[in-house]
């Protein structure tokens, strides 16, 4: 683990701050920062699950994070693959209030000339259908970082089914804890184990 991920885990705010900065003053890039900070709250979520940390930790992981994407948002990269015809959505879905990892897939679409409509956290089967039906995206995004949200993921694309939109959208999920096998269970197109996959699928899929 890296001296960041370590202190982030740790939950040495300062030391996480200063770090950052550093890298930030070294030319290290903000994706770069982020895997790291990933790493870092990986290392959080197996202290709450082996009991040594509790619900308070976590929620301060989360603050340090959020501190951390808003002085890297500025620096992330932009490059014009997409355009605003190109919509996107991504919401968490129901049950599910993570948010971190999804807004800074929203932030690097947005940074990559994606129009993205983000509907939040906790998204219903119902909205996203709707959403999609209404703006005609070629792309949705779900994340869900709990074991007991991928049925909710799945839910969302037997509703597309359901409602003769499957065919016109391409489903991505992401989230920590997801993987490939999850990707099948849910029946969505693509698993992105991160961000910057995220976005290259939705680039692949819109040239
Ligand atoms: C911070 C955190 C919280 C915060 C969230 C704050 C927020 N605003 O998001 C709070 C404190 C609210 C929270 C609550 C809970 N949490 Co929590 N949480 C975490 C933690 C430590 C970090 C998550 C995070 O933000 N990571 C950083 C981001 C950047 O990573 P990421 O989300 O994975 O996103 C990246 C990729 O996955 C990808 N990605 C993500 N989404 C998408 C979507 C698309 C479309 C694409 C393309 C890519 C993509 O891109 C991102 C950037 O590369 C994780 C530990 C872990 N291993 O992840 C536990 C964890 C997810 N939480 C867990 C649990 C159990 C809970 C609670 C049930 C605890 C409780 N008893 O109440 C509640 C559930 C609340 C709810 N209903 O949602 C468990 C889930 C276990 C499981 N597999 O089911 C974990 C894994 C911890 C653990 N090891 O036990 N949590």
Known sequence: MSELAKALTDLEENKVYQLVDEKIK???????????????????????????????????????????????????????????ASKVIIGTVKGDIHDIGKNIVANLLRGSGFDVIDLGVDVSAEKFVETVRET????????????????EMKNVVDALTEAGLRDKVTVIIGGAPCNE??????????YAEDAVTGVNICKKIYQ
């Open 26 to 84: 070294n030319g290290v890039s903000p994706l770069d920062i982020i895997a790291e900070c990933n790493e870092g709250m990986v290392g959080v979520g197996n202290l709450f699950s082996s009991g040594e940390y509790f619900l308070s930790q976590l929620i301060f992981s989360a603050e340090i994070f959020k501190n951390i994407m808003q002085q890297l948002e500025p620096l992330m990269p932009k490059s014009d693959a997409g355009d605003s």
């Open 136 to 151: 005609g995206a070629r792309v949705l995004g779900l994340s869900a970082l709990l074991n007991f949200t991928y049925p």
């Open 181 to 190: 096998q999850v990707r099948e269970f849910t029946g969505a197109d693509y």
